[in-house]
């Protein structure tokens, strides 16, 4: 029997505000820039028929809004995971692994970590993007999406099948 496949998409948060140093870093809102942009991608992944069964999305109040915002135009369940805030690849994995079953999954997380998830997952040597640029960035509002052969606990290096990677300015 084949095994089932999987998709995952990994969104780093829109761009957050700096204006206000007495905020924390978790505290930290989206710029009017990364509420626009949020929104763009939102509106991107109901036209491309790309709504996730399920999101992940860390506590930080930038990834809060993020979500808000890209999914204003449809439902999806989401769940907080405290762990996403600033997490590292083994807690990115940790987190997937002990994610309830579906079949296409998003993360709304940090970098430096979704981009330590991006290239282990990524079986490319040099990951592409569909202009065939290549992705050296994981720049706000990013999304690379990915088809996952195997399931959520069991990821390992290379598993990952890049199918796009998309930002704000693509679209």
Not at 74 to 80: G, R
Request: aromatic share 6%.
């Amino acid at each position: 029997m084949a095994a089932k496949l999987r998709e995952l998409m990994l969104l780093r948060h829109s761009k957050s505000e700096w204006k206000n140093s007495e905020l924390t870093d978790i505290e930290r809102p989206l710029s009017d820039r990364g509420k626009k942009n949020a929104s763009k991608m939102g509106r991107w992944l109901k036209e491309q028929d790309l709504i996730p069964d399920l999101i992940l999305v860390s506590p930080a109040k930038r990834t809060q809004q993020t979500l808000r915002r890209v999914c204003s135009d449809f439902s999806v369940n989401s769940i907080t995971v405290d762990a996403l805030y600033l997490a590292d690849l083994n807690t990115l994995l940790k987190v997937l692994s002990e994610a309830p079953s579906a079949e296409r999954i998003m993360i709304i997380g940090h970098n430096p970590g979704l981009e330590m998830l991006f290239a282990f997952l990524n079986r490319e040597n040099t990951p592409y993007s569909e202009n065939a640029e290549p992705v050296t960035l994981f720049p706000t509002t990013s999304l690379a999406h990915f088809i996952l052969p195997q399931a959520w606990h069991s990821l390992e290096q290379g598993d990952g099948k890049l199918i796009q990677f998309v930002r704000p300015k693509d679209i």
